[in-house]
Nanobody, 126 residues
């Protein structure tokens, strides 16, 4: 089972940037579809981005397209989510998890699972 730990969240002003990290222990991630998900207060969890580096596959939800960038570290043990031009509606707990593929339907399926880690809180507020 792929075990991942999220980090990098914090408080940022609207228009600011943060970089989230999703780190694996003891193995590399290039062959796994790794998704970033988020859950805002009172809302359902949603898949916002995904990468499978070995196949050059990427996915971005419309809500983050053009503002967020997903990438794999050179060491291949960490997936980053660079978040620019943050907005108050980006406030959420952010999670990463392996997915069957980076297809939107599979990310949606993953949101129904219960084996989530603690995530990392991102708060966008002035």
């Amino acid at each position: 089972q792929v075990q991942l730990v999220e980090s990098g969240g914090g408080l940022v002003q609207p228009g600011g940037s943060l970089r989230l990290s999703c780190t694996a222990s003891g193995f590399t991630l290039e062959n796994y579809p790794i998704g970033w998900f988020r859950q805002a207060p009172g809302k359902e969890r949603e898949g916002i981005s995904c990468i499978r580096s070995s196949t050059g596959t990427f996915y971005y939800a419309d809500s983050v397209k053009g503002r967020f960038t997903i990438s794999l570290a050179n060491a291949k043990d960490t997936v980053y989510l660079q978040m620019n031009n943050l907005r108050p509606d980006d406030t959420a707990v952010y999670y990463c998890l392996a997915a069957p593929t980076c297809a939107e339907s599979h990310l949606r399926l993953v949101t129904t699972l219960s084996n989530w880690g603690q995530g990392t809180q991102v708060t966008v507020s002035s």
